[in-house]
Structure formats: structure tokens, C-alpha cells
T-cell receptor
Framework: KQEVTQIPAALSVPEGENLVLNCSFT??????LQWFRQDPGKGLTSLLL?????REQTSGRLNASLDKSSGRSTLYIAASQPGDSATYLC??????????FGTGTRLTVIP | EAGVAQSPRYKIIEKRQSVAFWCNPI?????LYWYQQILGQGPKLLIQ????????DSQLPKDRFSAERLKGVDSTLKIQPAKLEDSAVYLC????????????FGPGTRLTVT
């Protein structure tokens, strides 16, 4: 069964710092990997989706990489801002069905 | 384009009562998902529909949970009777089709069972 782990569970950084969030998964047979943002009491907002054939995706200050063979993905956030404070979830899609989620990294960016 | 709509946003019930949640997916999305997110955990899939047919309900506690998508558009998720451990956020998502397509999530319904 697919298991997804995110490290660290929580992270506090000063504004302006670059940071990396980590995600690992046990079964490399994935369709894609998706990074989400979740604000308190809200649903999930998709940030980046990387297909299994891709190595990375970029959107603004965000860059996500995927190393399928080693079962790892990283989300890089450049020049962090207080508005980036949220929980970041990664999820992998296996087969044609559901997403397997990690437990998330709670990010706090201190002004 | 309008996103995934869910209602109610919050619900408080006593254990052994019944509750129902509603979801309206993005127009044209054939696949609809219901997830359960317990506090401090990632969402867990409960059921996936492709149009009005069930694709995966392997993690749905069928003794108390039921879901339907009669016309292949809106969906309802019901819990009867509720238990304390059902307290969670229930998220609905939709995608164009299943497979490698991006899922879009609604705001969720926060259920508290007392």
C-alpha cells in the first residue's frame, strides 16, 4: 500500500528566506504527484502537478521536483512571505483512482 | 469557472444522529471524490464516482456511510448513525476524468459529533 511521508511536520522561517519541503512515497508506480496548500478551515488549493514523466514544475516562486525512482519530491519556495503561511500537502496518484496524501507540513513565515 | 461547491460548511450533531452533505462539482467534470480529513492528518478517499457509477469505495465504512450521484452531477454523502470518530472535515473534489487529471477541491464541510 502506498505511504506518503512529509518532513518536517512544522517549519518556521523568517520572511524572505528560501525553503524546501520534502515528500517521500513508498511505491514509485505513480501517475502523478500533486502539491496542495491548505489554509486553516479551508479546502485544498492545488499548487503544482507533476506527471510521472516529468522532473519538475514551476509556478511563480514555487518549484516542485520529482525523482520517481527514489520516491521523493521537493517543493521549493523562494523569498517566502507571511502570506505563504499554511499547511502544504503532497499527494501521489496511483493507478486510475485516488490520491494518497501525506500528513502535511505546517509552514509559518514570520514577518 | 465556478469551483466545487459544498454545503453545509459546518455541522454539529450528537452521536447516533444522521447527517448529509452535498457537493456540486465543476461543470463537465465526470469524476467526483469524497475525502475524509481527520484533524492533523491528510485527506483519505472514501468514495470515487465516474459519472453516476462507483469506481472505488473500498475505504467507505458501508455500515454507516452511504453516497450517491444519481444523475452524474451532484452528490450526497450520508452518515447514519454518526459516531464520535466521524468528526472530521469532509472534502469533495472533482476532475475531468480519472487517471492523471488534476483534482479540484471544494471548501469542505466540518463535522463535529458530540
Amino acid at each position: 500500500k502506498q505511504e506518503v511521508t512529509q518532513i518536517p511536520a512544522a517549519l518556521s522561517v523568517p520572511e524572505g528566506e528560501n525553503l524546501v519541503l520534502n515528500c517521500s512515497f513508498t511505491d514509485s508506480a505513480i501517475y502523478n504527484l500533486q502539491w496542495f496548500r491548505q489554509d486553516p478551515g479551508k479546502g485544498l488549493t492545488s499548487l503544482l502537478l507533476i506527471q510521472s514523466s516529468q522532473r519538475e514544475q514551476t509556478s511563480g516562486r514555487l518549484n516542485a521536483s520529482l525523482d520517481k525512482s527514489s520516491g521523493r519530491s521537493t517543493l521549493y519556495i523562494a523569498a517566502s512571505q507571511p502570506g505563504d503561511s499554511a499547511t502544504y500537502l503532497c499527494a501521489v496518484k496511483t493507478g486510475a483512482n485516488n490520491l494518497f496524501f501525506g500528513t502535511g507540513t505546517r509552514l509559518t513565515v514570520i514577518p | 469557472e465556478a469551483g466545487v461547491a459544498q454545503s453545509p460548511r459546518y455541522k454539529i450533531i450528537e452521536k447516533r444522529q444522521s447527517v448529509a452533505f452535498w457537493c456540486n462539482p465543476i461543470s463537465g467534470h465526470a469524476t467526483l471524490y469524497w475525502y475524509q480529513q481527520i484533524l492533523g492528518q491528510g485527506p483519505k478517499l472514501l468514495i470515487q464516482f465516474q459519472n453516476n457509477g462507483v469506481v472505488d469505495d473500498s475505504q467507505l465504512p458501508k455500515d454507516r456511510f452511504s453516497a450517491e450521484r444519481l444523475k452524474g452531477v451532484d452528490s450526497t454523502l450520508k452518515i447514519q448513525p454518526a459516531k464520535l470518530e466521524d468528526s472530521a472535515v469532509y472534502l469533495c473534489a472533482s476532475s475531468l476524468v480519472s487517471g492523471g487529471y488534476e483534482q479540484y477541491f471544494g471548501p469542505g464541510t466540518r463535522l463535529t459529533v458530540t
